[in-house]
């Protein structure tokens, strides 16, 4: 009886190898597709496996789009959010200790290709939690290379998970709410939706355009206050 947890350890650890090896080897939406047409038949369990492997994606740079909308499918909107949101700062803050303490070089050669992330740098020395939460909304750089880049940065560890977890949240609710509608997993890459009445479908569709105006107003806003920021820190490093 002593071993049963140990074993349990073992087998997940097992799964989320398997995981790893396939998103490797695998395009992001042969591994995805497959991932979740395989949870839907694994129960109410499989909530906490898919964090898991939602984290472990994020780590691995894989676009998480996908399994952010299969959540919705598999678990609908509230559940879904619940799996994903702190999936996603799990990913992400293991990405930032990786690049901080383990793969500073070859983040920096990543970087080498966005020239603008050195005055984010700048600017984070000043308010690391603002531009945190600026550059989740509207990123300079693609999400998936953020997270490392990041943790080149001064910003310090707690500023850097609740600014994000901040920021990332409305993308999360809109991509999990859009998920919610799908009929089928092959419909995360068709855009078709499941087959609901008209006035359920009708509620969907509005709930979404209100979604995704307030998330494009979000990430204008942040573009223009993360410009402001961006000028007016190279600025006082001009006039240093």
């Given amino acids: 009886m ?24 695998l395009p992001a939406r042969a591994w995805a597709e497959a991932f979740i047409a395989w949870i839907r038949n694994f129960g109410p369990p499989g909530a906490f496996l898919y964090g898991l492997v939602y984290a472990v994606g994020a780590v691995l740079m894989v676009p998480g789009s996908i399994l952010t909308a299969g959540a919705g499918l598999v678990y609908g909107t509230l559940v879904g959010v619940l799996i994903v949101s702190p999936a996603s700062i799990l990913g992400a803050t293991g990405s930032f200790l990786i690049a901080r303490y383990f793969a500073r070089e070859w983040v920096e050669r990543k970087l080498r290709a966005y020239p603008k992330f050195a005055a984010v740098d700048h600017a984070i020395q000043k308010q690391s939690f603002k531009v945190v939460l600026l550059i989740r909304l509207q990123p300079v750089i693609p999400f998936v290379l953020l997270n490392y880049a990041l943790g080149l940065t001064r910003v310090r560890l707690r500023d ?30 068709s855009g078709g ?6 006035a359920r479908l009708v509620l969907f569709w509005g709930g979404l355009v209100a979604g995704a105006v307030l998330l494009w107003l979000l990430t204008r806003m942040a573009k223009k206050a993360l410009q402001e920021e961006l000028n007016e820190s190279a600025l006082k490093g001009s006039t240093a």
């Fill in 160 to 189: 850097y998970v609740l600014a994000s977890w901040i920021g990332m949240l409305p993308a999360t609710i809109v991509y999990v709410y859009l998920g919610s509608a799908l009929h089928n997993v092959s419909d995360l890459f």
């Fill in 193 to 198: 939706a499941s087959r609901h009445s008209t």
């Fill in 2 to 25: 002593k071993h049963k947890p140990a074993l349990r350890v073992v087998g997940l650890m097992t799964i989320l190898s398997a995981f790893v090896l396939i998103a490797w080897k």
